[in-house]
C-alpha cells in the first residue's frame, strides 16, 4: 500500500512539473504520452494548456470535454454545466464567463484558488474564442482594464473588432465624466469599426441609450434624439428622472416636447463642435465617438478617414423604461438594419405600447424596414398582440410575455376578437410565443391570433388560465383546423387534462417534430391513467416526423412504464430526445421503464432527461435502473433537492 501510495504521489508531482514546465516541453511532447496518462493529466493543466493542446488532441481522438465540463460545473454547477453538451460550447462557455472577471479583477473561488495562471496568457486565450464582450462602464479601474485591452504590439480591442459579434452594456454612463471616454471609446471601436452586430444594454439611462442610437440605422436623425443629444451636458447635481440616471426633468421634458419649449440646459452645449466644457469654461473632453476615435492616438485608427456607423442588426434593452421607450421610439422608423428587437420592463402602459406600434408601422410602411423577430415583456393586456402584428408586415417572429394579475373578475380587451367570418388578412408571423400571468386569460382572443395566423411553424403558449369547468379544447380544435405548418409545439402550464379527443385529433393530422406538455396536468382528472396514456402514446407513435418530446412535470409517476411502448410494434416511434423529468418517478418505477425500454429499444441512440425525480428514495434501484439504460441512452440524471421533493409532493396532493 505504502509503493502504491508512494506511486501515486510520483505521479502526481510529474504532472504538476509537466504544467510548470508545459512551455518548455511544447505540446507535441505532451501529446506523444499514452493515451491513459494524458486523460490523468488533463486535470492538472491550466485553462490556457488545455486550450492550446486542445486540437492536437483532437487529432488523436481524445477529448477535452469532460476537463471543460469540470471547470464549468465548479463555476456555474452541474445544473448550468449540462447546458453545453459539447466540446467546443462547454470551452467557449468557460472563456467567455471567466474573461470579464479576470479582466476586471473580480474574485470568485475559482479564480482565487487559480489567480497565477489567470493572466494575460489567458485573456489572449479567451480573446481569440469569445464572440460576446461585457462592458462593465462604472468599473473603479477603468484606466487599467483600458490599458490591458489597448497595450501591446498587437492589442486586444484588435483581436475584439474581428470576433466580438454581441456587446453588453451593463452600467450607466456619466457623459460628463471625462474617464467616461475610455468605455466610449471601447464601444466605438466595437460597433462601428469591428464586427459587432448585436447590443444588449441593461441600463435605465436614456441619455446613454440616446448615445448609443445616435445616428444608428440611417444617416438621419429623428430631431428628438438629436435634441437629447445635443443637451448632454447637463448639471450633475440636476435631479435624477424616474429611469434616467443623469437627467434632469427639464431635459426629458424638452426630449418629448412637441410644442418646441425652449429649455436652457445648466451649461452649453458644444456637441456639434464636439467638445464639452469643464466647470472652468476650459474645453476639457468630448462625446462625439469620432473625436474620441482621433484623440486615442497610440491606437490604429486612421484619423484622416472619417468613422462610420457600424450596424446594428438586433438591439435587447433591459429596464426599458418610458424615457427610454420614448428615445427608442423616435429612432425606430428609420432603424432600417434593425433586424431584432427585444424590449423588457417591469410593465409597459398600454400608451407605451401603442407608440411603440406606431413608431414600427412607420418603418414598416418606409419599405426599407428588415425587423423580423420582436420580444416584448411585460404587454399589460393581450390584445396587443393583434395591435403588434397589424403594425409591421415583416414580423416573422413575435415573443410575448403578458402581465396583467387582478383579483376577481376583470375585462381583458377593449373590444371582442372579430368572429370568423369578419378575420382580417392573415399575418406572416411563423414563431410565436405568448405566455400570460393573468387571473383569467380570453381563449376567443388566443383562437382568433391562430386562425390569422396560418404560417405558424412554432407555436409556445404558457400560462392560459380559464374559468371553472372551461376547456382549451378549442384551442386545440384551431390548431388543428387553421395551422398545419407546425413543427413545434410546446404548451405549458394549462390544463389538458379534459382535452386528449382533441390532442389524438390533432396528433392524427400533424407534422410536428417537437412537441412539449409541459406541466399540463395530462392526467389530473383520468380515471385510468394507464389507459389514458396509452392512447396517448399509441397515438404519438403514429407522428412519423416526432423527434423530441417532453411529457416533463405531469406526475406521470409509476404510469411512466407506459412510455415504453412508443417504441413497440410498428410504427415505432422516431423520437430521439425524451423529457420525463419532475414526474416523481421513483427508482423502482425507473428499473421497471427500463426493463421494458430493454425488450423495445428505441431505434436511435435515446437522449433521456431524467433530472429532479427522487432518485434519493433508492439510490441502488435507482443505479441499476441507470445501468439497464447506459446501453442504448444517453441521460441526463441529477441529484433530488429538497425544494425539488416539496414542489412534487404538493404538485401530487
Same mark, same amino acid.
Given at each position: 500500500?505504502?509503493?502504491?501510495?508512494?506511486?501515486?504521489?510520483?505521479?502526481?508531482?510529474?504532472?504538476?512539473?509537466?504544467?510548470?514546465?508545459?512551455?518548455?516541453?511544447?505540446?507535441?511532447?505532451?501529446?506523444?504520452? =499514452?493515451?491513459?496518462?494524458?486523460?490523468?493529466?488533463?486535470?492538472?493543466?491550466?485553462?490556457?494548456?488545455? !486550450?492550446? /493542446?486542445?486540437?492536437? *488532441?483532437?487529432?488523436?481522438?481524445?477529448?477535452?470535454?469532460?476537463?471543460?465540463?469540470?471547470?464549468? $460545473?465548479?463555476?456555474?454547477?452541474?445544473?448550468?454545466?449540462?447546458?453545453?453538451?459539447?466540446?467546443?460550447?462547454?470551452?467557449?462557455?468557460?472563456?467567455?464567463?471567466?474573461?470579464?472577471?479576470?479582466?476586471?479583477?473580480?474574485?470568485?473561488?475559482?479564480?482565487?484558488?487559480?489567480?497565477?495562471?489567470?493572466?494575460?496568457?489567458?485573456?489572449?486565450?479567451?480573446?481569440?474564442?469569445?464572440?460576446?464582450?461585457?462592458?462593465?462602464?462604472?468599473?473603479?479601474?477603468?484606466?487599467?482594464?483600458?490599458?490591458?485591452?489597448?497595450?501591446?504590439?498587437?492589442?486586444?480591442?484588435? /483581436?475584439?473588432?474581428?470576433?466580438?459579434?454581441?456587446?453588453?452594456?451593463?452600467?450607466?454612463?456619466?457623459?460628463?465624466?471625462?474617464?467616461?471616454?475610455?468605455?466610449?471609446?471601447?464601444?466605438?471601436?466595437?460597433? @462601428?469599426?469591428?464586427?459587432?452586430?448585436?447590443?444588449?444594454?441593461?441600463?435605465?439611462?436614456?441619455?446613454?441609450?440616446?448615445?448609443?442610437?445616435?445616428?444608428?440605422?440611417?444617416?438621419?436623425?429623428?430631431?428628438?434624439?438629436?435634441?437629447?443629444?445635443?443637451?448632454?451636458?447637463?448639471?450633475?447635481?440636476?435631479?435624477?428622472?424616474?429611469?434616467?440616471?443623469?437627467?434632469?426633468?427639464?431635459?426629458?421634458? +424638452?426630449?418629448? !416636447?412637441?410644442?418646441?419649449? $425652449?429649455?436652457?440646459?445648466?451649461?452649453?452645449?458644444?456637441?456639434?463642435?464636439?467638445?464639452?466644457?469643464?466647470?472652468?469654461?476650459?474645453?476639457?473632453?468630448?462625446?462625439?465617438?469620432?473625436?474620441?476615435?482621433?484623440?486615442?492616438?497610440?491606437?490604429?485608427?486612421?484619423?484622416?478617414?472619417?468613422?462610420?456607423?457600424?450596424?446594428?442588426?438586433?438591439?435587447?434593452?433591459?429596464?426599458?423604461?418610458?424615457?427610454?421607450?420614448?428615445?427608442?421610439?423616435?429612432?425606430?422608423?428609420?432603424?432600417?438594419?434593425?433586424?431584432?428587437?427585444?424590449?423588457?420592463?417591469?410593465?409597459?402602459?398600454?400608451?407605451?405600447?401603442?407608440?411603440?406600434?406606431?413608431?414600427?408601422?412607420?418603418?414598416?410602411?418606409?419599405?426599407?424596414?428588415?425587423?423580423? !423577430?420582436?420580444?416584448?415583456?411585460?404587454?399589460?393586456?393581450?390584445?396587443?398582440?393583434?395591435?403588434?402584428?397589424?403594425?409591421?408586415?415583416?414580423?416573422?417572429?413575435?415573443?410575448?410575455?403578458?402581465?396583467?394579475?387582478?383579483?376577481?373578475?376583470?375585462?381583458?380587451?377593449?373590444?371582442? =376578437?372579430?368572429?370568423?367570418?369578419?378575420?382580417?388578412?392573415?399575418?406572416?408571423?411563423?414563431?410565436?410565443?405568448?405566455?400570460?400571468? $393573468?387571473?383569467?386569460?380570453?381563449?376567443?382572443?388566443?383562437?382568433?391570433?391562430?386562425?390569422?395566423?396560418?404560417?405558424?411553424?412554432?407555436?409556445?403558449?404558457?400560462?392560459? +388560465?380559464?374559468?371553472?369547468?372551461?376547456?382549451?379544447?378549442?384551442?386545440?380544435?384551431? *390548431?388543428?383546423?387553421?395551422?398545419?405548418?407546425?413543427?413545434?409545439? /410546446?404548451?405549458? @402550464?394549462?390544463?389538458?387534462?379534459?382535452?386528449?379527443?382533441?390532442?389524438?385529433?390533432?396528433?392524427?393530422?400533424?407534422?410536428?417534430?417537437?412537441?412539449?406538455?409541459?406541466?399540463?396536468?395530462?392526467?389530473?382528472?383520468?380515471?385510468?391513467?394507464?389507459?389514458?396514456?396509452?392512447?396517448?402514446?399509441?397515438?404519438?407513435?403514429?407522428?412519423?416526423?416526432?423527434?423530441?418530446?417532453?411529457?416533463?412535470?405531469?406526475?406521470?409517476?409509476?404510469?411512466?412504464?407506459?412510455?415504453?411502448?412508443?417504441?413497440?410494434?410498428?410504427?415505432?416511434?422516431?423520437?430521439?430526445?425524451?423529457?420525463?423529468?419532475?414526474?416523481?418517478?421513483?427508482?423502482?418505477?425507473?428499473? $421497471?421503464?427500463?426493463?421494458?425500454?430493454?425488450?423495445?429499444?428505441?431505434?436511435?441512440?435515446?437522449?433521456?432527461?431524467?433530472?429532479?425525480?427522487?432518485?434519493?428514495?433508492?439510490?441502488?434501484?435507482?443505479?441499476?435502473?441507470?445501468?439497464?439504460?447506459?446501453?442504448?441512452?444517453?441521460?441526463?440524471?441529477?441529484?433530488?433537492?429538497?425544494?425539488?421533493?416539496?414542489?412534487?409532493?404538493?404538485?401530487?396532493?
Amino acid at each position: 500500500m505504502a509503493h502504491k501510495s508512494a506511486g501515486g504521489s510520483l505521479k502526481n508531482l510529474c504532472f504538476l512539473a509537466v504544467r510548470e514546465h508545459f512551455l518548455a516541453l511544447g505540446t507535441e511532447a505532451v501529446v506523444s504520452l =499514452p493515451t491513459h496518462l494524458i486523460k490523468d493529466l488533463l486535470p492538472h493543466l491550466t485553462i490556457c494548456q488545455l !486550450d492550446e /493542446i486542445q486540437p492536437a *488532441l483532437n487529432q488523436r481522438g481524445i477529448s477535452t470535454y469532460s476537463r471543460w465540463l469540470a471547470i464549468l $460545473e465548479d463555476l456555474r454547477g452541474r445544473d448550468y454545466a449540462i447546458k453545453f453538451p459539447t466540446e467546443d460550447e462547454a470551452k467557449q462557455e468557460v472563456l467567455t464567463w471567466l474573461f470579464p472577471s479576470v479582466l476586471y479583477g473580480y474574485r470568485n473561488p475559482y479564480i482565487i484558488k487559480n489567480l497565477s495562471n489567470l493572466n494575460t496568457s489567458f485573456l489572449w486565450a479567451a480573446a481569440k474564442c469569445i464572440q460576446h464582450f461585457l462592458c462593465k462602464a462604472c468599473h473603479i479601474n477603468t484606466q487599467k482594464v483600458f490599458q490591458s485591452l489597448t497595450s501591446g504590439p498587437q492589442p486586444l480591442l484588435n /483581436i475584439f473588432e474581428k470576433r466580438i459579434r454581441n456587446v453588453t452594456i451593463t452600467d450607466s454612463m456619466d457623459l460628463l465624466k471625462e474617464t467616461t471616454q475610455h468605455s466610449l471609446y471601447i464601444l466605438h471601436r466595437l460597433l @462601428d469599426h469591428g464586427a459587432a452586430t448585436k447590443l444588449t444594454v441593461s441600463i435605465p439611462n436614456p441619455i446613454m441609450l440616446a448615445w448609443l442610437l445616435h445616428g444608428r440605422g440611417s444617416h438621419y436623425v429623428n430631431p428628438e434624439l438629436k435634441n437629447l443629444m445635443d443637451s448632454s451636458c447637463v448639471s450633475q447635481t440636476s435631479p435624477v428622472s424616474e429611469d434616467g440616471a443623469g437627467c434632469s426633468p427639464g431635459l426629458m421634458t +424638452r426630449a418629448s !416636447d412637441n410644442q418646441g419649449n $425652449e429649455i436652457i440646459p445648466f451649461k452649453r452645449s458644444r456637441l456639434d463642435s464636439a467638445c464639452l466644457e469643464d466647470a472652468s469654461g476650459n474645453l476639457s473632453f468630448t462625446v462625439d465617438s469620432q473625436v474620441i476615435c482621433q484623440n486615442f492616438a497610440h491606437c490604429e485608427v486612421n484619423s484622416a478617414v472619417p468613422c462610420t456607423l457600424g450596424q446594428i442588426e438586433a438591439l435587447n434593452i433591459y429596464q426599458c423604461g418610458s424615457d427610454s421607450l420614448r428615445i427608442l421610439v423616435s429612432s425606430l422608423p428609420t432603424f432600417f438594419s434593425l433586424q431584432s428587437l427585444s424590449l423588457h420592463s417591469s410593465k409597459f402602459s398600454k400608451s407605451n405600447v401603442l407608440d411603440l406600434v406606431s413608431a414600427l408601422k412607420q418603418l414598416s410602411d418606409s419599405s426599407c424596414g428588415k425587423l423580423t !423577430d420582436l420580444t416584448i415583456s411585460f404587454l399589460p393586456t393581450t390584445n396587443l398582440i393583434e395591435k403588434l402584428l397589424d403594425a409591421s408586415n415583416t414580423v416573422t417572429s413575435l415573443h410575448v410575455e403578458v402581465r396583467n394579475i387582478i383579483e376577481g373578475p376583470q375585462i381583458l380587451f377593449d373590444v371582442l =376578437p372579430p368572429a370568423e367570418s369578419q378575420v382580417s388578412a392573415a399575418w406572416p408571423v411563423q414563431r410565436l410565443t405568448v405566455k400570460v400571468h $393573468e387571473f383569467q386569460s380570453d381563449l376567443n382572443f388566443m383562437t382568433y391570433v391562430l386562425r390569422r395566423s396560418p404560417h405558424l411553424t412554432s407555436l409556445h403558449l404558457a400560462g392560459m +388560465r380559464l374559468p371553472t369547468g372551461s376547456s382549451l379544447s378549442p384551442l386545440l380544435t384551431t *390548431l388543428s383546423e387553421f395551422n398545419h405548418s407546425l413543427r413545434t409545439l /410546446i404548451l405549458e @402550464d394549462m390544463k389538458l387534462s379534459n382535452c386528449l379527443p382533441e390532442i389524438l385529433n390533432l396528433l392524427r393530422n400533424c407534422k410536428l417534430e417537437e412537441l412539449r406538455f409541459d406541466d399540463c396536468r395530462l392526467l389530473e382528472t383520468c380515471s385510468n391513467k394507464e389507459q389514458t396514456l396509452l392512447e396517448l402514446v399509441t397515438a404519438l407513435r403514429k407522428v412519423s416526423s416526432l423527434r423530441t418530446l417532453s411529457l416533463a412535470q405531469n406526475r406521470l409517476a409509476r404510469n411512466v412504464c407506459v412510455l415504453a411502448e412508443l417504441f413497440s410494434g410498428s410504427p415505432s416511434s422516431s423520437v430521439n430526445h425524451l423529457d420525463i423529468s419532475s414526474n416523481f418517478i421513483k427508482p423502482a418505477d425507473l428499473l $421497471e421503464f427500463a426493463k421494458r425500454l430493454t425488450t423495445h429499444q428505441p431505434p436511435y441512440n435515446l437522449s433521456l432527461d431524467l433530472r429532479k425525480n427522487p432518485a434519493n428514495r433508492d439510490p441502488d434501484t435507482w443505479s441499476a435502473a441507470l445501468q439497464k439504460l447506459r446501453s442504448f441512452t444517453l441521460f441526463l440524471s441529477m441529484g433530488w433537492k429538497s425544494t425539488d421533493m416539496m414542489v412534487d409532493h404538493i404538485s401530487n396532493m
